[in-house]
Nanobody, 126 residues
Framework: VQLVESGGGLVQAGNSLRLSCVASGLRLDNYAIGWFRQVPGKEREGILC????????YYADSVKGRFAISRDTTNGTIYLQMNSLKPEDTAVYYC????????????????????WGQGTQVTVSS
């Protein structure tokens, strides 16, 4: 399994950005997928997790109403749409995947997923 993120960069506050994560070696129609972020000196934070079989979605309070996760099973890509970006959204963003045996809350809060991408930097200027 390989996950490769792209789409990060520098953006002004209030604008939008979409991150992509190309997943190879797994079926996106029967997995847990998630987006996480990390700033230096802090723990990695689960911000959005989705169980593709329908066992729910988790949104961190910090991104609720602004970020959305989606997937395209035809090309094996997971997306993170980020709107109304704030300087505090600055971080390295990671996508991750695992089997979908547990809830979205579990995966995002435990960060216990087997497969991780290398991360992409997002910087939001004020």
């Amino acid at each position: 399994v390989q996950l490769v993120e792209s789409g990060g960069g520098l953006v002004q506050a209030g604008n939008s950005l979409r991150l992509s994560c190309v997943a190879s070696g797994l079926r996106l129609d029967n997995y847990a997928i998630g987006w996480f972020r990390q700033v230096p000196g802090k723990e990695r934070e689960g911000i959005l997790c989705l169980i593709t079989s329908g066992l729910g979605t988790y949104y961190a309070d910090s991104v609720k109403g602004r970020f959305a996760i989606s997937r395209d099973t035809t090309n094996g890509t997971i997306y993170l749409q980020m709107n109304s970006l704030k300087p505090e959204d600055t971080a390295v963003y990671y996508c991750a995947a695992d089997n979908g045996l547990f809830s979205a809350n579990y995966y995002c809060l435990s960060r216990n997923l087997a497969h991780w991408g290398q991360g992409t930097q997002v910087t939001v200027s004020s």
